[in-house]
């Protein structure tokens, strides 16, 4: 436990050092925000749908758990290059103890990062339906960021140069957002996409965080708590074989 | 304590060690020599379970280091060649850090961590960032923390590359008594011959993944009618310099760096 422990704490440290990777990474959400927000909320209106702020909301909330997550456990590739990854290999601790440390460090910081995203939206105009369902809220998000943190390790543990990354950025991480439904609504979607959005797990994190602060979703807060549970088992177990297997 | 037979390891058709076998006692300092290139530190990445052998067996303190590498994990330590601190945390925090991984009881951590870095004269700078720090600073809070707990066997990556004499003498002048006292078994690789020959009792000469030569450093020199350690580590390795294959990560560091340039 003090090994999960002294390595959870070191990601948060190396998060609130970082000042400047902090703002940088809420550069992108707030263009979201900002730019969708403003500049699609007329159409979005006009077509009977309601305030696009308020439906875009819990989609850029996501987005900025996921980037932040991913990147947390890729974060590994920084870890190789400057040596430390070393240290935690050849310490007398199981692999899988490492590995949870650094998943739950990552989901952590998302989840903060998650925070300070939801607070800008409400600086934007964003309004939930009930201030209730924010714990809750919050507890989607962090299992949305355990989710990601845990693909991001498994992903993170193959990689081993860092032009690897964009790939990643491309075929990875950009398609399990935009395949979401954090930018448009999952109903009435042709059926190979409609398909596609429900083997994405960030459609059910984003789906539950719309219905907790909006209240309109396309699965219900079981179907969602099952799937992202099922989702995160599988990759920390994924993160926990590949990490296991890192020879340096 | 450290047995080794048959070691072989091939990185697709280029074989970086070649057929290794090796003893290394109990309370023994044993150093392993080699021009660049010539297997060191892969030999040594084996032992601490970093690297799976292709073939042959790896026993350290009589556990099975591939089968049983948790296990043997808890019996060494080790000081990396390359750098291997975080760098956005402090010296103290990098200390602490190692300590709660090796199970060092928090009193003694903090003991320890007193000690060692007065010992290496970083204890004025304990709270400061290591991305501050010079490349000796950085050196010496690795060796430091390396030292944190006391394992059994220590396992030295050419500890002393960067380090100005004075810190080598200090290191060196530890190792000796940390042998002596704790009856800490010694495994190290470096280049410089004067520091082999002062602290090793006996010494391996490694040359394209084998073993050229093993012995006392007085047994090597009389082996190859030489007067001095460099002279016959020059007559069994050749005078031809050797080139390093650069692996991902030394690509990965020069790409950084000229990022940052």
Redesign the interface.
């Known amino acids: 436990m003090n090994a999960i422990y002294i390595l959870w704490l070191r990601e948060l440290k190396r998060y609130m050092r970082s000042r400047a990777m902090i703002v940088a990474s809420l550069g992108q959400p707030l263009l979201y925000l900002l730019v969708l927000g403003f500049g699609l909320g007329p159409v979005f209106q006009r077509a009977g749908n309601g305030s696009y702020i308020q439906f875009v909301a819990p989609g850029v909330i996501g987005m900025s758990v996921l980037f932040t997550s991913v990147f947390s456990g890729i974060g590994l590739l920084w870890d190789r290059q400057f040596g430390f990854l070393k240290e935690t290999l050849v310490a007398p601790v199981p692999r899988v103890t490492v590995m949870i440390g650094k998943t739950l460090g990552g989901a952590t910081v998302a989840t903060i990062q998650g925070l300070i995203v939801l607070i800008i939206c409400l600086i934007a105009g964003f309004r939930p339906i009930s201030w209730v369902a924010i714990p809750l809220a919050i507890l989607f998000m962090i299992l949305t960021a355990v989710v990601f943190a845990g693909l991001g390790v498994a992903i993170g543990s193959r990689l081993q140069d860092i032009q690897g990354m964009q790939l990643i950025m491309n075929f990875v991480v950009l398609p399990i957002y935009f395949l979401s439904g954090a930018l448009f609504p999952l109903h009435g979607l042709p059926s190979v996409l409609s398909f596609i959005t429900r083997i994405d797990p960030l459609s059910y994190g984003i789906d539950a965080l719309r219905l907790l602060l909006i209240g309109t979703s396309e699965f219900t807060l079981v179907v969602s708590l099952v799937v992202l549970c099922g989702t995160a088992l599988l990759f920390v177990g994924l993160g926990s074989y590949s990490f296991s297997k890192i020879q340096l | 304590m450290i047995q080794v037979e048959h070691l072989v390891k091939t990185f697709g058709e280029f074989t970086a060690v070649d057929d290794v076998s090796f003893n290394v006692a109990a309370g023994e300092i044993f150093a392993f020599l080699g021009p660049n290139g010539a297997g060191k530190t892969t030999t040594i ?1 084996m032992l ?5 052998p292709t073939s042959g067996a790896i026993e350290i303190d009589g556990l099975d280091a591939a089968k049983q590498s ?1 296990e043997t ?2 019996r ?1 330590g ?1 000081v ?1 060649q ?8 402090t010296a103290a ?1 990098n200390m ?3 300590g ?4 060092v009881p928090r009193k003694l951590r903090h003991e320890r961590t007193q000690m060692l870095l007065e010992l290496f004269e970083l204890w004025e700078r304990r709270n400061d960032y290591v991305k501050t720090f010079s490349g000796g600073m950085k050196r010496r809070l690795e060796i430091a923390r390396g030292f944190l707990h006391t394992p059994k066997i220590l396992f030295l990556d050419e500890p002393t590359l960067g380090l100005d004499p004075q810190s080598r003498n200090q290191l060196w002048t530890h190792v000796k008594n940390l042998n002596k006292t704790e009856g800490v078994t010694v495994f190290l690789t470096t280049h410089y011959m004067d520091e082999a020959e002062r602290v090793a009792d006996r010494i391996a000469i490694i040359d394209h993944g084998k073993i050229a030569a093993e012995g006392s450093p007085d047994e090597l020199k009389a082996q190859t009618e030489t007067d001095s350690l460099e002279a016959a580590f020059l007559k069994l390795t050749g005078s031809t310099i050797r080139d390093e294959r650069a692996d ?2 030394d ?3 020069q ?2 760096r000229m990022w940052r340039k």
């Open positions: 990445k601490t379970t970093l690297l799976k948790n994990r808890k060494f080790i990396f390359d750098p291997s601190l975080d760098q956005e945390l925090e602490d850090l190692h709660v991984l090796y199970h991902a990560s690509q990965m560091r790409m950084a």
